[in-house]
């Protein structure tokens, strides 16, 4: 079977990775999510005092992004590839609220963006790739074979964001996740450079009322059809 590229979109907490994880798994393909990446350059800015509680220094930051090195690496106990950042295991942290909360203003900077953009490129110059973000399908890989675009209420995510952080140990309130949707919501549709958008070619795909196995069955067959 052919080698395709396919450019998962959409909205946060949408489950991208975690369907965008069975389906790399079922076609033997890599899976890359760029939300990892974005997450991980946000915790360097925060440890480094350049964005947080009532400060923001994004020169700063966009002085050090030379220094950032980012690296997946395959965890077969997990099966799947972990965040690594300088060196350093960064899954979990990158995971929390208050990355979250800071996330889009970071993933909104042109220079950010720009660098990522271009590792996202190089990973998939050999096809075989399920990607997911927000501007796979657009700027990434504008002419990936498979494109989909995940939406679903703010407050079917937000429940399923709050469930998530629960079941990592963490102390968090509905409303605050509720709150940090749809503000993630309008920054990632509003931004100047690579703002949040359905292309033109893109299957839309509500998963408001759908489990993950006819998530997954739905997208498989998607792709089967262009593979065979």
């Given at each position: ?14 489950g ?12 033997d393909?890599?899976y ?8 991980a ?12 509680k ?31 950042l ?11 609220l ?7 203003r ?19 110059l050999?096809?075989g790739?399920?990607?997911?973000g ?6 990434v ?12 209420s ?20 509905y ?8 503000y ?14 359905q ?23 998607y ?6």
């Amino acid at each position: 079977m052919k080698k395709i590229t396919i450019a998962i979109d959409g909205y946060s907490s949408t489950g991208k990775s975690t369907i965008a994880k069975q389906l790399a798994k079922a076609l033997d393909y890599v899976y890359v999510d760029t939300g990892a990446m974005y997450r991980a350059v946000t915790l360097f800015a925060m440890r480094n005092g350049f964005i947080g509680k009532g400060q923001e220094n994004t020169q700063a930051l966009i002085k050090l992004l030379p220094r950032i090195k980012l690296l997946f690496k395959y965890n077969k106990d997990l099966g799947f590839s972990e965040m690594y950042l300088n060196g350093e295991n960064v899954e979990k942290e990158i995971r929390s609220l208050e990355v979250s909360k800071y996330v889009s203003r970071v993933a909104e900077l042109e220079q950010v963006r720009h660098m990522l953009v271009d590792m996202q490129k190089k990973m998939g110059l050999e096809k075989g790739i399920v990607m997911d973000g927000r501007d796979i399908g657009t700027v990434v890989f504008p002419d990936a074979e498979l494109k989909i675009f995940m939406t679903a209420s703010p407050e079917k995510r937000a429940h399923r964001r709050y469930k998530e952080l629960l079941d990592k140990g963490e102390e968090v309130e509905y409303e605050d996740v509720l709150k940090n949707v749809r503000y993630r919501d309008d920054i990632d549709s509003n931004r100047e450079f690579s703002p949040l958008r359905q292309a033109k070619d893109a299957i839309p795909f509500d998963n408001s009322d759908m489990g993950l196995e006819e998530q997954f069955e739905r997208m498989y067959n998607y792709a089967l059809r262009i593979i065979e």
